[in-house]
T-cell receptor, first 111, second 118 residues
Framework: QKEVEQDPGPLSVPEGAIVSLNCTYS??????FMWYRQYSRKGPELLMY????GNKEDGRFTAQVDKSSKYISLFIRDSQPSDSATYLC???????????FGTGTQLKVEL | GAVVSQHPSRVICKSGTSVKIECRSLDFQATTMFWYRQFPKQSLMLMATSNEGSKATYEQGVEKDKFLINHASLTLSTLTVTSAHPEDSSFYIC??????????????FGPGTRLTVL
């Protein structure tokens, strides 16, 4: 079993839709949860991070963590074509160096 | 946010040659740098962690004699792929961290280097 599972997609939605991206993880020691966006042939850029269960909002993006279910989500409201990218979840154990990434979900927002 | 650069962005080489990739933190000092490899439609896989002035720590399955990492300064780390073969063709991405302390030390990623070995 992989430490982090993520549906690779691709996911195609119309402009303005609400997008839901999800990951599950297996190790309860993980404490920090991140979402990265990666455009084609570019390095990942951090969108959001959180270290507790619950919701965290930043503009059109909301990160949700449910530690009891080992489930994390990223919601994108009013999706735009510029949101088209691969979204990677990443998880880190407390105090550890290593980021464990999901496989990434490829998102396409169509006009 | 902090900026990390990589050079070159793309390299094509012949099988058996060595290739060096540079990773620089442009506006901050990076105590720790990481090297990842990403195959098409796959996630980033950590290859090694390097701390300035000390030997790199390699992940299981990564050959340290093949992937030489040097982190000689707080702003520069290099990855040398020695005797490259076609199976080493991949997207290599570095990241750098400032080590500010808890709760979370953000890693800033470079734009990546695409290596193609013929």
């Amino acid at each position: 079993q992989k430490e982090v599972e993520q549906d690779p997609g691709p996911l195609s939605v119309p402009e303005g839709a609400i997008v839901s991206l999800n990951c599950t993880y297996s190790n309860s020691a993980f404490q920090y949860f991140m979402w990265y966006r990666q455009y084609s042939r570019k390095g990942p850029e951090l969108l959001m991070y959180t270290y507790s269960s619950g919701n965290k909002e930043d503009g059109r993006f909301t990160a949700q963590v449910d530690k009891s279910s080992k489930y994390i989500s990223l919601f994108i409201r009013d999706s735009q074509p510029s949101d088209s990218a691969t979204y990677l979840c990443a998880i880190q154990a407390g105090g550890g160096n290593k980021l464990t990434f999901g496989t990434g979900t490829q998102l396409k927002v169509e006009l | 946010g902090a900026v990390v650069s990589q050079h070159p962005s793309r390299v094509i080489c012949k099988s058996g040659t060595s290739v060096k990739i540079e990773c620089r933190s442009l506006d901050f000092q990076a105590t720790t740098m990481f090297w990842y490899r990403q195959f098409p439609k796959q996630s980033l896989m950590l290859m090694a962690t390097s701390n300035e002035g000390s030997k790199a720590t390699y992940e299981q399955g990564v050959e340290k004699d093949k992937f030489l990492i040097n982190h000689a300064s707080l702003t520069l780390s290099t990855l040398t792929v020695t005797s490259a073969h076609p199976e080493d063709s991949s997207f290599y991405i570095c990241s750098a961290r400032q080590n500010r302390g808890p709760p979370y030390n953000e890693q800033f990623f470079g734009p990546g280097t695409r290596l193609t070995v013929l």
